[in-house]
Nanobody
Framework: VQLVESGGGLVQAGGSLRLSCAAS????????VGWFRQAPGTEREFVAA????????YYDDSVKGRFTISRGNAKNTVYLQMNSLKPEDTAVYYC????????????????WGQGTQVTVSS
């Protein structure tokens, strides 16, 4: 399974960005997909996840109401719409996928993307 993130960049506080995770290989359309982030000097933390059907979504409390995770119609692309961004959202954002949703939420899957940098200026 290959995962490629895109859409990161520099944005002012209060602005928006949409991250994309394009998945390929094996039967990725049946995989749960999630996003984690890691700021300098901190551990990687869970942000959001979505089931392979797109019927179940999960968010960390710090992003609820601001971020929205969704799947494209072909199910091999997952988006993270980030609104009302704050400086504390600055981090490298990683996409993760697995057949087992629990490994996605816990970040114990073997399948990760290379990350995309999000920087929010105050």
């Amino acid at each position: 399974v290959q995962l490629v993130e895109s859409g990161g960049g520099l944005v002012q506080a209060g602005g928006s960005l949409r991250l994309s995770c394009a998945a390929s290989g094996r039967t990725v359309i049946t995989y749960a997909v999630g996003w984690f982030r890691q700021a300098p000097g901190t551990e990687r933390e869970f942000v959001a996840a979505i089931s392979w059907r797109g019927t179940r979504v999960y968010y960390d409390d710090s992003v609820k109401g601001r971020f929205t995770i969704s799947r494209g119609n072909a199910k091999n692309t997952v988006y993270l719409q980030m609104n009302s961004l704050k400086p504390e959202d600055t981090a490298v954002y990683y996409c993760v996928a697995d057949e087992n949703p629990s490994t996605v939420v816990t970040g114990t899957s073997d399948y990760w993307g290379q990350g995309t940098q999000v920087t929010v200026s105050s």
